[in-house]
């Protein structure tokens, strides 16, 4: 079998819809493309896709198959909508502020395209209802940020023989594969393991530029419409990689991993497994921290030199730039992190962390136990929550 470039497939849906004149002229822009035709737009509106996330890359895939006209979407994204998703989740906007992604998205996608079912599934995607979900899908794209959800998919769909349209965002930087075990290679041929979770960044913590999103989503879209339809070559065993910042693509050639743990030759993963055990939860648990009233009263006592502790804002340079808490000191985690990093945290008086809502701080704060420092805290839900309670004139973000 041939790996690498020019990877043809069979087209992956068979049986053709049959469609309305009304839809006909909708989809006339694609009918008319010689390679598509009336009979791949048949198999087009014959596909069903699910969408794990309906965020930053899950915006821009949802509306342009719903603009393709496939036959069932399922959004799957447990998340509300707030403030900070506006810069980039173009499904959604001011007045959805506080609702349910994957609701609002029904609602955006049935006043684009009515002839498009679309099936909500307002949780998260795990280990006990992934296959369930998927088995009714043709194909899965995952526009999730987080490892446990992309090896979840992976290993859901080697089981299940689906393709995954895998890909992944952060500042200025893109990469898109497919992943099919009957063509090619999967996901963990190319990431065997997760990497810490001390490394992991997401558009959360690192930001992401807005249009790279539309960028890599309308890739993975393409990517699903010729695995529907069969034309053209197709990404399986290759990623395609996108810097903004250089605006250049590249390819990267991959392999399948012959001791792969689940598509390889003796597969020791045959169902599915404790995916936030392996990467790292999903979404960091809260720890009991320090309300951000309680803080403000530490530092009223610190400067009448009744209470002696360190505040240390781990975040980013940016971050900090943006808004910070009066009287902390600037240590950002990768310095905690690098050699001799724990020199720079004081070990002769409390100590207690901060970042952007908490979850950072937490990690930061359990690795800091784990080495041997005893009087770490940190601001449960970070200067978001800061801002909130106790100084609303600052910046949030
Ligand atoms: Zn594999």
């Given amino acids: 079998m041939l790996y690498g470039s020019n990877v043809k497939i069979n087209p992956l849906i068979t049986d053709l819809a049959s469609l309305s004149n009304e839809e006909i002229k909708r989809y006339s822009r694609h009918v008319l493309l010689p390679e598509i035709g009336l009979d791949n737009q048949q198999r087009i509106s014959n596909a069903k896709v699910l969408v794990i996330g309906a965020g930053g890359l899950g915006s821009p895939i949802l509306l342009y198959l719903a603009a393709a006209g496939v036959k069932e979407l399922g959004i799957c994204d447990f998340d509300v909508v707030d403030e900070t998703n506006l810069q980039r989740q173009i499904l959604f906007n001011g007045l959805s502020i506080g609702k349910d992604k994957a609701v609002e998205a029904k609602e955006k996608i049935n006043q684009l395209n009515p002839f498009v079912k679309v099936s909500v599934f307002n949780e998260l995607i795990t280990a006990k209802n992934a296959e369930s979900i998927i088995k009714n899908f043709d194909l899965v794209i995952d526009g999730s940020d987080n490892f446990a959800t992309r090896y979840l998919l992976n290993d859901a769909c080697v089981i299940l023989d689906k393709p995954y349209i895998w890909a992944s965002i952060y500042r200025f930087d893109g990469q898109v594969s497919v992943f099919w075990k009957k063509y090619g ?87 599915l497994i404790d995916y936030e055990q392996f990467c790292g939860p999903v979404k960091p648990r ?21 209470l002696d502790f360190t505040l240390i804002d781990i975040r980013e340079e940016p971050e900090k730039n943006l808004v910070e808490i009066d009287g902390s000191e600037f240590i950002n985690k990768d310095e ?35 080495n041997g420092f005893l009087e770490i805290s940190h601001l449960e839900g970070g200067i978001v929550a800061w801002v909130k309670e106790v100084e609303p004139n600052k910046v949030s973000y």
């Avoid at 720079?344 to 359990?366: A, F, H, Q």
């Fill in 185 to 271: 290679p999967c996901y963990r041929c190319l990431h065997p393991e997760p990497p810490p979770t001390n490394m992991v960044q997401t558009c959360a913590s690192g930001g992401v530029l807005a249009s790279m999103c539309a960028t890599i989503a309308s890739l993975q879209v393409t990517q699903a419409l010729q695995l529907i339809t069969g034309v053209g070559d197709v990404l399986i065993g290759q990623v395609l990689s996108y810097s903004a910042l250089e605006t250049s693509f590249r390819k990267i050639e991959i392999n399948r991993d012959p001791n792969c743990v689940i598509c390889g030759k003796n597969p020791t993963i045959t169902s």
């Fill in 336 to 370: 905690i992190y690098a050699q001799d990093g724990l020199t720079l945290i004081p070990k002769d008086k409390p100590v207690v962390l901060y970042c952007r809502s908490g979850n950072r701080s937490t990690e930061v704060m359990n690795f800091l136990q784990h």
């Fill in 286 to 306: 809260k720890d009991p921290g320090i309300k951000p009233l309680e803080l403000k009263a530490m530092l009223e006592k610190r400067k009448n030199n009744e």
